[in-house]
């Protein structure tokens, strides 16, 4: 079963950083690009970053030079280090993973983590 758990999150104050993790299991990690989505109250859910299997990345233009999405095949987790953060930034964050097969094309989602940005 696939499963993804995210982790890391909490209360920063604008400035601050916090890293996000999101452990995978289920699937054959290494074969997946997988997603940061956030969703703030209010708001639909939004893509943060993504990352390819090869580790291409790309990000919403308002978290460039500010987020980094890294993975690490070997402990099957995705990560997301938060930088400079802000007010808006607060949202309930999502891992994601888009997977395709022969029989089933699927969107799989954690539970996510709240994050709040506040002084």
């Known amino acids: 079963q696939v499963q993804l758990l995210e982790s890391g999150g909490g209360l920063v104050q604008p400035g601050g950083s916090l890293r996000l993790s999101c452990a995978a299991s289920?699937?054959?990690?290494?074969?997946?690009?997988l997603s940061w989505y956030r969703q703030a109250p209010g708001k639909e859910r939004e893509l943060v970053a993504h990352?390819?299997?090869?580790?291409?990345?790309n990000y919403a233009d308002s978290m460039k030079g500010r987020f980094t999405i890294a993975r690490d095949n070997a402990k099957s987790t995705v990560y997301l280090q938060m930088d400079s953060l802000k007010p808006e930034d607060t949202a309930v964050y999502y891992c994601?993973?888009?997977?395709?097969?022969?029989?089933?094309?699927?969107?799989?989602w954690g539970q996510g983590t709240q994050v709040t940005v506040s002084s």
């Open positions: 289920g699937f054959t990690f290494s074969s997946y690009g």
């Open positions: 990352i390819t299997s090869t580790g291409g990345t």
């Open positions: 994601n993973v888009y997977i395709t097969t022969s029989f089933r094309n699927s969107y799989y």
